[in-house]
T-cell receptor, first 111, second 115 residues
Framework: GENVEQHPSTLSVQEGDSAVIKCTYSDSASNYFPWYKQELGKRPQLIIDIRSNVGEKKDQRIAVTLNKTAKHFSLHITETQPEDSAVYFCAASYRQGNLIFGKGTKLSVKP | EAGVAQSPRYKIIEKRQSVAFWCNPISGHATLYWYQQILGQGPKLLIQFQNNGVVDDSQLPKDRFSAERLKGVDSTLKIQPAKLEDSAVYLC?????????????FGPGTRLTVL
């Protein structure tokens, strides 16, 4: 069945460093790939998304790249700050617009 | 714009009891989703509504879970009877359109503990 693999499960970086989280998906028909940030006890919030007609999208310190041939996409956060600490989830669309989520990456940014 | 509202925020019940959760999506949003998020995992879709019709309930354990979206607005999710493994956060989300590439906006969730 459809699946989204996310790596790493935990990531610790120093403030100011970059962080990269990678996801692979199984359904070649997937065409929408959002990334959500979830702080402890809070709701998931969309931080960036990419659709399959583009290969890269950037929003300030956050960027996402998509390789449809290899069926993988990545989140890049530059100049990390302590407030970037959270769990990040990737997701891929399938069927009627449903999303399959990865298992999450817990990012810790050390001051 | 008001966000997705859910209630209650927390619920503790004993196994075999029943429980119901309520969701009010963002006004005008056609599609409503219920997700189950077990601790340490990503959200898993339980059911998707477009307006008041079910689009996908393939992962809903229908022997104990039920959901409805009356009049295409609010929705309720019910569990009867609850099992220990139902302990999770139940998230409601909504999106404006009916296509497959709309942003989904999540509510704060209901944290269910089954003892």
């Amino acid at each position: 069945g459809e699946n989204v693999e996310q790596h790493p499960s935990t990531l610790s970086v120093q403030e100011g460093d970059s962080a990269v989280i990678k996801c692979t998906y199984s359904d070649s028909a997937s065409n929408y790939f959002p990334w959500y940030k979830q702080e402890l006890g809070k709701r998931p919030q969309l931080i960036i998304d990419i659709r399959s007609n583009v290969g890269e999208k950037k929003d300030q310190r956050i960027a996402v790249t998509l390789n449809k041939t290899a069926k993988h996409f990545s989140l890049h956060i530059t100049e990390t700050q302590p407030e970037d600490s959270a769990v990040y989830f990737c997701a891929a669309s399938y069927r009627q617009g449903n999303l399959i989520f990865g298992k999450g990456t817990k990012l810790s940014v050390k001051p | 714009e008001a966000g997705v509202a859910q209630s209650p925020r927390y619920k503790i019940i004993e196994k075999r009891q029943s429980v119901a959760f309520w969701c009010n999506p963002i006004s005008g949003h056609a599609t409503l989703y219920w997700y189950q998020q077990i601790l340490g995992q990503g959200p898993k879709l339980l059911i998707q509504f477009q307006n008041n019709g079910v689009v996908d309930d393939s992962q809903l354990p229908k022997d104990r879970f039920s959901a409805e979206r009356l009049k295409g607005v609010d929705s309720t999710l019910k569990i009867q009877p609850a099992k220990l493994e139902d302990s999770a956060v139940y998230l409601c989300a909504s999106s404006p359109g009916t296509g497959g590439r709309d942003t989904q906006y999540f509510g704060p969730g209901t944290r269910l503990t089954v003892l």
